[in-house]
């Protein structure tokens, strides 16, 4: 069983939908990272959250601790949402990945 | 400020070719690092460096080579390429190896025929 697992793997959506991302993790953690991958392109940080809840424009990420779970909300998605989102949780002394969510947003 | 620059952006070895895959931060990061990406597997840490003069091993280092000769530059070197050595390649720099923000190059598309 990998050490972070992501749901779902693959998800489309229509232009405007509330979209949510989950993150489970096994481990002990100091900080969570969301990330962003565009197709063909470089990977961009989005979120690095140890407790509670962020928010970035229409992105939100939450997480539990206690519960070791985290999860990535977008509102009112568009097309230029359509990306992979790759949970990452640090351990004690690496970066742990998830093997991202596929998100494609259609008009 | 360019970030984080990584390259090339695609290449295409022979088996047993060697190569150095380059990456080079202006932000003065401390910890640099190197990561494939392969089809259903998050990404896998190959090396990394917490300073100048300082590298270790991640989880699969096997075939490749690192050295970080200044704060700038985290070169990886595969030495023999091989078929399994076909992947997407990232470097990432940070400020340290604690809770901070990652910042990713490009990545490298690899291909080993």
């Known amino acids: 069983k990998n050490e972070v697992e992501q749901s779902p793997q693959n998800l489309t959506a229509q232009e405007g939908e509330f979209i949510t991302i989950n993150c489970s993790y096994s481990?002990?953690?100091?900080?969570l990272h969301w990330l962003q991958q565009h197709p063909g392109g470089g990977i961009v940080s989005l979120f690095m959250?140890?407790?509670g809840k962020k928010k970035h424009g229409r992105l939100i990420a939450t997480i539990n601790i206690q519960e070791k779970h985290s999860s990535l909300h977008i509102t009112a998605s568009h097309p230029r949402d359509s990306a992979v989102y790759i949970c990452?949780?640090?351990?004690?002394?690496?970066?742990?990945f998830g093997t991202g969510t596929r998100l494609q947003v259609f008009p | 400020n360019a970030g984080v620059t990584q390259t090339p952006k695609f290449q295409v070895l022979k088996t047993g070719q060697s190569m150095t895959l380059q990456c080079a931060q202006d932000?003065?990061?401390?910890?640099m690092s190197w990561y494939r990406q392969d089809p259903g597997m998050g990404l896998r840490l190959i090396h990394y460096?917490?300073?100048?003069?300082?590298?270790d091993q991640g989880e699969v280092p096997n075939g490749y080579n690192v050295s970080r000769s200044t704060t700038e530059d985290f070169p990886l070197r595969l030495l023999s390429a091989a078929p399994s050595q076909t992947s997407v390649y990232f470097c990432?720099?940070?400020?340290?190896?604690?809770?901070?923000?990652?910042?990713f190059g490009q990545g490298t598309r690899l291909t080993v025929v």
């Open positions: 990432a720099s940070s400020y340290s190896n604690l809770n901070t923000e990652a910042f």
């Open positions: 481990v002990g953690i100091s900080a």
């Open positions: 959250l140890s407790s």
């Open positions: 990452a949780v640090r351990g004690a002394d690496k970066l742990i």
């Open positions: 932000m003065n990061h401390e910890y």
């Open positions: 460096s917490v300073g100048a003069g300082i590298t």
